[in-house]
């Protein structure tokens, strides 16, 4: 399964093909075993198919991300030796009806894919030309899903795609409520009439089950719907996090990008968020060394990253993938050591801001759900409302019933904060709880009497 969004991420499979290949000859020449076949599934198969086919001639499949229904016959056709190709992109195909297999049935946290494709053109990314046209799942298919999860003792749920305030369920017509674009945001394409919309999903997904934590990514900033930041402060169950992917702090830099919004669009929005949604946790996507950009331009970039002071941030240097408009367009002239140092200021930038961020949780108490065991130290691991790992001691704390009750994974825990670095906390647990019982406590002002 293949990603090609930058290169690194395709340098990655070419050496898997390499270990897989020989692994293929060895089973070939072995009497026991079944013979392997090797399949090239996703975004690079859809990029690479011509140069996958001539020149590694072990791969027997390559099928691009929309031809997953078609694998039985692809794997068949190998049969003869033939190299099985199926790389067409759908404009409606959304695996709707095809209920993933969970490989961990332990897992009390999962992601469910609510639309596929992206028509919005930045001129860097290939994602439209890999995944193809945007199309958004049935909120019915949606639901049925979270609910089977709920069944199944799911407890956190991740709604993913490209640009999920674009989502539009098409086979529910309404005419409910259109958006105009803020000031200061644009877009390529005609935004979509009519149809269910993210709003309405969101609304829909937390109400299977008010213990099911919901969240989602990633939300491009353009088109924001008010109704969208309405629904978080609404809801306990669906998190105080929101990806706002920034990608650059220079507004000629977002021209380039065709990112549609400036640098003062990007900063009002990130303000009304934290005026809507007190707390809010905020991450986001950065790309340094992009076509022609000057160190004026990266160091805006840098300002936005001190000015919003981001919970979590995906770095990236800039990697020119073929399609793209900037690919035709620009020249790809940040050399590879100014590009590394830029990551590496972005990076240090990063870390030190989310050390301030996260040192002001210090005593605070937040609602942890626990997720693993940290084999080495044996501590229990969860996550806050923030997606920001917490490290506890495994102990016996105050259960709902008065009792006391070890904490065990797919736990809700209030637990006190006691040290806070800069990509996890650690903290004593304090008590049992729910997402409805913890926030009817902070409702009374976080006044929590423990007996520990
Ligand atoms: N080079 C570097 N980073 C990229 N991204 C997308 N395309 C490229 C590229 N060509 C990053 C963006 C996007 C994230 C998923 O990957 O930041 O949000
Ligand atoms: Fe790529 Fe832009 Fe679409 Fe994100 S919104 S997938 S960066 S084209």
Redesign the pocket.
Known sequence: MTCA??EGAEIKIWHRLDHLRGFKRQRAMSKNGYPVKIGILGCMAERLKEKLIEKEKSVDIVAGPDSYRDLPRLLAVTENGQTAVNVLLSLDETYADVVPVRLNKNNITAFISVMRGCDNMCT???VPFTRGKERSRPVTSIVDEIKLLSDQGVKEVTLLGQNVNSYRDISQQTEKYETNLAKGFKTVYKTKKGGLRFADLLEKVSSVDPEMRIRFT?AHPKDFPDEVLQIITERSNICNQLHL?A?SGSSTVLERMRRGYTREAYLELVAKVRSVIPGVALST???CGFCGETEEEFQETLTLMETVRYHTA?L??????EKTTAYRRYKDDVPNDVKKDRHTRMLKLYIQSCHVLNQAELGKVHLVLIESINKKTQQLVGRNEMYLKVNVDQTEILSEDGGKRAIKIGDYVAVKITDAKASAFSGVPLYHTSIKEFYRDKCYGNEIVVQL
Not at 316 to 321: A, I, L, Q, T, V
């Open positions: 969004i930058r860097y990314c290939i990633a992917p990608q996507d950065m790309i995906f990236f240097s800039y990697s020119m993938r």
